[in-house]
């Protein structure tokens, strides 16, 4: 399973929110973090989430047993070690 | 036993640079961003060591804060003016230039309007606002001053929340953890710090909702 969690702030709205809209995606809170689960990879679109990229290269807060394996400005994919 | 607070300190009393042109520097802080010189010391050389006589002089920067500089009579400036870097370090040709820029001055000011006039004077000046930047919660413009030194202004574009706050505790932990690695990365930080999350998130938040229940 891969795992990301992000700060719930306002400029992370678009990352959850796109999240969301994989089935595929679990998304819950742990204390003010949003923790996103999937038993695939976890596949963002940045342009979908209409995130700057300040905003989208600082979104990720902690990986659980995942790493990145892109974060540019088209996708953030996390994978499963 | 003093019922003071833990954390006592108020801002910065002063940041100090040395200067080889302080015509420019004042014509850059007083006339051009007038910032008002509010302090200065003429002193005769001291100390043990050859110390030449100097000039030690300041400007506001608001909140009663202040940046100052020192001029030294008959020194020359060190290191190769061409190299990158500025009046107190010039660095190797070829370093990079995010490491050259980072470190600098961020002056805050109250609002768009603010950041705006600053931006005007600086562009009506030889010293032109380099780059203006949105970033997450902040937007600042950035120049360097007569002597090589960046400088930015900048405004808050929202109050920062207190979960950035543990945020920041969380991501500074896991950093003096990681740091120490033989090779420290970004991935094992964010490994780290996703146990910390998991440690202290969801406790953090019930105490600060007992606290809002509380007041």
């Given amino acids: 399973m891969s795992r990301m969690y992000v700060l719930e702030v306002p400029e992370n709205e678009g990352v959850v929110k796109v999240a969301g809209m994989d089935p595929a995606i679990t998304i819950d809170k742990v204390g003010p973090y949003f923790r996103l689960s999937c038993d695939d990879d976890i596949v963002i679109d940045r342009r979908a989430t209409g995130c700057r990229h300040a905003v989208w290269y600082s979104a990720v807060a902690g990986l659980e047993h995942s790493t990145i394996v892109q974060h540019d400005k088209d996708q953030l994919r996390v994978v499963a070690r | ?6 954390h006592r300190v108020r801002g910065v009393d002063h940041t100090a640079f040395p200067t080889f042109d302080p015509a420019g520097t004042v014509r850059f802080y007083r006339d051009v961003l007038k ?36 001029y030294y009579f008959g020194l020359k400036p060190i290191g190769d003016p061409d190299a990158p870097g500025d009046s107190w370090a010039r660095l190797p040709q070829g370093t990079p230039k995010f490491f050259v820029n980072s470190r600098h001055l961020a002056i805050h000011v109250d609002d768009e309007e603010d950041l705006l006039e600053y931006r005007r004077r600086l562009d009506e000046s030889a010293w032109p606002v380099e780059m203006q930047v949105m970033h997450e919660t902040i937007e600042s413009i950035y120049t360097h001053d007569p002597n090589g030194y960046m400088i930015e202004i900048t405004r808050a574009l929202r109050p920062v929340t207190p979960q950035e706050d543990l945020d920041a505790e969380l991501t500074v932990q896991a950093l003096c953890e990681v740091a120490g690695d033989q090779e420290p990365s970004m991935d094992k930080l964010l490994t780290r710090k996703a146990e910390l999350i998991v440690e202290r998130a969801a406790a953090w938040e019930q105490s600060i909702a007992k606290e809002l229940v509380q007041s």
């Fill in chain 2, 1 to 6: 036993m003093s019922d003071k607070p833990i």
């Fill in chain 2, 35 to 70: 910032f008002p010189v509010v302090h200065s010391i003429c002193a005769a050389g001291w100390g043990p060591e050859k110390h030449p006589d100097f000039i030690h002089f300041f400007f506001d920067i608001g909140n009663d804060d202040r940046i100052a500089f020192f």
